[in-house]
């Protein structure tokens, strides 16, 4: 059984930052990756970014690049999503989630999720 229980979400000022944790706990994997996702009130779950634990290879949505950056800490076990320039639509659920693959999917085919953390940006 693995748990993942994200932090850091809050309110924030457009143009703003926010960083994001994910600490991970019980079944260690040999390879894995993990990934962000994020869920706007009436809008469907998108990808945000993800992140190979091992190699750390990354990918991001084409409205985060430049923006955000997802890093671990192996020593921690512990995933993270540094959020710059924080825009209103940026606002939503944020999610992490772990896959028993070497790839990252960016259409939600994970085995394990965390309960999400709310972030705010307001105008």
């Known amino acids: 059984q693995v748990q993942l229980v994200e932090s850091g979400g809050g309110l924030v000022q457009a143009g703003g930052a926010l960083r994001l944790s994910c600490a991970v706990s019980g079944r260690t994997f040999s390879r894995y990756t993990m990934g962000w996702f994020r869920q706007a009130p009436g809008k469907e779950r998108e990808f945000v970014g993800g992140i190979s634990w091992i190699a750390a290879r990354t990918s991001y949505a084409d409205s985060v690049k430049g923006r955000f950056t997802c890093s671990r800490d192996s020593a921690k076990n512990t995933l993270y999503l540094q959020m710059n320039s924080l825009k209103p639509e940026d606002t939503a659920v944020y999610y992490c989630?772990?896959?028993?693959?070497?790839?990252?999917?960016?259409?939600?085919?994970?085995?394990?999720w965390g309960q999400g953390t709310q972030v705010t940006v307001s105008s």
């Open positions: 989630a772990a896959r028993e693959s070497p790839a990252i999917s960016t259409t939600g085919v994970y085995d394990y």
